[in-house]
């Protein structure tokens, strides 16, 4: 049996817990007062809060209203104390609008049929306008920063343009074939004597990706910027047998590596194409190749494509190279994994060299140069051998019967670009060729290195080099030309290569050179 205390013990327990419970509690303290300074708009109010109050309870009670652009000092939500002050600022803003003049450029263009000194006006100066909103801020009426905010191009400014003749007392000199060259976005041609010239393209729009004459020398195939819809150039050509001739637009767009005219099949080109990016390079690669005809009053006829869109197997973003053998029945071609054929009837590709892509560490792959001999029998080429040989690029020759490699000049550099001479008859009957290429001054760092003109014959024997002198400066990498015949009163033909943006003809037997512009504004060529 349970038994249960008295009833006065329960009540004592229970009064003992309450008291133990309030002894707990903490004290309650009576909210108090604080007066705080408040000073805006030049006048100073004091005003009494109750104690936590912020910086913009104080405002309030004062009966001021911050403003927008206003600013509290302390920031309004800062807690005040007994003896605060607080500052209303008063911000406020002015926008005044002036027109300020802008200048107009003054270019001078550079013209070769002009004699040296003569000048004309293409184009009169005209002063742009634009409209600059200024922006003022004022803190208590007070100016603390005044400036631009906004400006608006209401005219723009016309350049003014004048022409300078530099034509300079050049001797003329006799050539074969026709010479066609780039300069300054316009194409012009040489005939006879490099006296003799006429400008066939005058659209000043020429980007120089593609320039190349046809083989009889008839027609010029070349690109121009198009940069509507965000293509990057479109396809072009022009007869050079018509004084006055319309420039046929061949409807190709986005050809950064390879356009040329077949061999032996008249008016009929190959081209590669890409497609243009918002990242560099600006392309991704095609790696395709297709073929057109067209007729001199402008129809064209696209043919079936000899390659479709493929990955153009390592580094295959930059793009494939291509160049047709003589004959026309066969393509070369050339990216940053090897060289190899490319069969025109069912679209397969033979490798002839493969390596391992060189590393450029920039947004842009190295292609070797790769050019047939006359006869079609030989592919010249730079080859790099392996990743352990460094910067080491060797002028290679492969033979199309056996495919047998041999190399015929070592350390050349990446930028050779071999070109092979037109045939020519030895006394003893035999024909035989010589190949032109570029070597590096400093093959160890070719990327960047300066080059000199070499020649030697098809063997890689007999090689000399033939421009510039020695100690003069080196020539930028590029794919020079060789006459279509020997120069008059000579039994070597001749090389056109550009020199500090001249064109210079060289020949190939006496090394006797000849400047031929004077303008500094030539960027590509080609003689056929």
């Known amino acids: 049996m349970i038994r249960r205390p008295p009833a006065f013990l329960c009540n004592l327990f229970c009064l003992g817990a309450v008291l133990l419970l309030a002894g707990c509690i903490a004290p309650q303290v009576s909210e108090g007062e604080i007066g705080v300074s408040v000073t805006a708009d030049g006048e100073k109010v004091q005003v009494q809060l109750p104690a936590g109050s912020t910086v913009d309870q104080a405002l309030r009670a004062a009966g001021i209203a911050p403003g927008g652009l206003d600013k509290a000092e302390p920031p309004l939500y800062t807690v005040l104390s007994d003896g605060s002050k607080v500052r209303l600022i008063r911000v406020t803003e002015e926008f005044t609008i002036e027109q300020q003049v802008i200048p107009f450029e003054q270019q001078v263009v550079r013209n070769e049929a002009l004699p040296a000194g003569q000048e004309h006006w293409l184009q009169i100066g005209q002063n742009g306008m634009e409209e600059i909103t200024i922006r003022k801020v004022f803190e208590d009426g007070v100016e603390i920063s005044n400036g631009p905010v906004k400006s608006v191009v209401i005219r723009e400014p016309v350049p003014q343009i004048k022409m300078v003749g530099v034509q300079k007392a050049f001797a003329p000199v006799p050539i074969p074939g026709r010479l066609a060259y780039l300069v300054d976005g316009d194409a012009w041609v040489m005939e006879g004597t490099t006296g003799n010239r006429r400008m066939v393209v005058d659209t000043g729009d020429l980007d120089g990706r593609i320039f190349s004459l046809s083989p009889d020398g008839d027609w010029l195939l070349f690109s121009r910027r198009f940069e509507e819809d965000g293509n990057i150039n479109n396809l072009w050509a022009v007869n050079l047998d018509q004084e006055t001739s319309a420039i046929i ?120 140069g790769i050019d047939w001999d006359p006869q079609g029998d030989f592919l010249y080429t730079v080859y790099h051998p392996a990743p352990a040989e460094g910067q080491r690029f060797d002028l290679t020759v492969a033979s199309l019967a056996g495919g047998q490699l041999v190399d015929l000049t070592p350390d050349v550099g990446m930028f050779a670009y071999p070109v092979s001479s037109p045939l020519v008859t030895l006394p003893s009957g035999e024909q035989t060729s010589q190949v032109a290429y570029l070597q590096a001054s400093f093959p160890s760092q070719s990327e960047s290195s300066r080059y000199r003109l070499m020649v030697m014959d098809r063997d890689g024997s007999n090689r000399r080099a033939l421009f510039p002198a020695e100690g003069a400066g080196g020539l930028e990498p590029q794919k020079v030309a060789w006459s279509p015949e020997p120069l008059k009163d000579s039994s070597g033909f001749a090389l056109a290569v550009l020199y500090e943006n001249n064109l210079w003809l060289v020949d190939s037997e006496t090394g006797e050179t000849w400047q031929v512009t004077g303008d500094g504004l030539t960027s590509r060529l080609d003689w056929k």
């Open 249 to 368: 637009d061949l409807k190709v767009n986005n050809v950064v590596h390879f356009a040329d005219w077949r061999p032996g099949v008249a008016q009929t080109i190959g081209y590669s194409t890409v497609e243009p990016r918002l990242a560099a390079p600006g392309w991704q690669a095609n790696n395709d190749l297709q073929l057109l005809s067209f007729s001199a009053s402008g129809y064209i006829r696209n043919l079936p494509a000899v390659l479709e869109t493929n990955s153009g197997g390592v580094y295959g973003w930059w793009g494939t190279d291509y160049s047709w053998a003589p004959d026309g029945q066969r393509l070369a071609y050339a990216r940053p994994d090897g060289i190899g054929l490319l069969d025109l009837e069912t679209g397969e590709t033979s490798p002839l060299i493969d390596y391992t892509p060189v590393q450029t560490f920039g947004d842009w792959a190295w292609v070797p």
